[in-house]
Each structure stands twice: as structure tokens, then as C-alpha cells.
């Protein structure tokens, strides 16, 4: 969708070279990189709209941490999502919502027969 807008788009891991400076032009990131907090104030562009799809086990502290360094990504993005509770609701009903697609074409198919 955004390639269509004539957007510029880029898929990163964290073995790309120059990540931090590639992060800092992005307008929306998103993030699933799969490492807690590695990505802090100094990838983000100033008025960015940070989406968090990462979620980390912090065994050191038993909490739930995103890829995003939260309280220091608000300092410079206009919106960003929370670990948890941002993208999960989403994911969730997409999948009720997949799960009735596919129901329903299973039973059309019965109903052929």
C-alpha cells in the first residue's frame, strides 16, 4: 500500500548496515526485530509514528517488553504503540475474522455436494 502511495519502503534486520541512520528517515517504522528495547530515541525521527510488533519475555524482571524503548521513543514520536496491548488486539481479530472466512467457504463447499 505504501509503494503504491509512492511511498519509499525498506525491510531491515538487525545485521543491516547503517540501521540506526535508516530508521531516522522513516516516517512510520515499524518494528519487529525480536530483541527487547533496541530500538531507542536516537532511531527515530522526530514526529514518527513508531508501531511495536515485538514482544519480549524480561527474565530479569518477569515484565513484557516491545522492541521499542517506550518511555524513550515518546520523546520523539507522535504515536506509538504499547507492549502489550498495541497490535495483539488486531492480530486477534483478524484471526476471528479469517476464521469465519474460512468456516464460511468450508460450508458453501458442503452445501455444493
Known amino acids: 500500500m505504501i509503494d503504491f ?3 519509499k519502503t525498506f525491510l531491515c534486520n538487525e545485521t543491516t548496515k ?3 541512520s535508516l530508521c531516522q528517515t522513516a516516517d512510520i ?3 519487529a526485530i525480536g530483541r ?4 531507542d530515541e536516537g532511531y527515530i525521527k522526530s514526529g514518527a509514528v513508531v508501531i511495536d510488533v515485538g514482544i519480549n519475555y524480561d527474565e530479569t524482571n518477569g ?3 516491545g522492541d521499542v524503548h517506550f518511555e524513550q521513543a515518546l520523546k520523539k514520536a507522535s504515536y506509538l504503540t504499547p507492549v502489550p496491548g498495541g497490535v495483539g ?4 481479530a483478524m484471526l476471528m475474522v479469517n ?3 474460512a468456516a464460511k467457504i468450508h460450508y458453501e ?3 455444493q455436494t
Do not use: A
Not at 527487547?36 to 530500538?39: D, F, G, K, Q, T
Not at 488486539?89 to 486477534?92: A, E, G, L, M
Open 5 to 7: 502511495k509512492n511511498g
Open 18 to 20: 547503517n540501521l540506526k
Open 29 to 31: 517504522l515499524i518494528v
Open 36 to 39: 527487547s528495547h533496541l530500538v
Open 63 to 65: 515484565k513484557i517488553t
Open 89 to 92: 488486539p488486531v492480530t486477534v
Open 99 to 101: 476464521t469465519y472466512l
Open 109 to 111: 463447499k458442503i452445501l
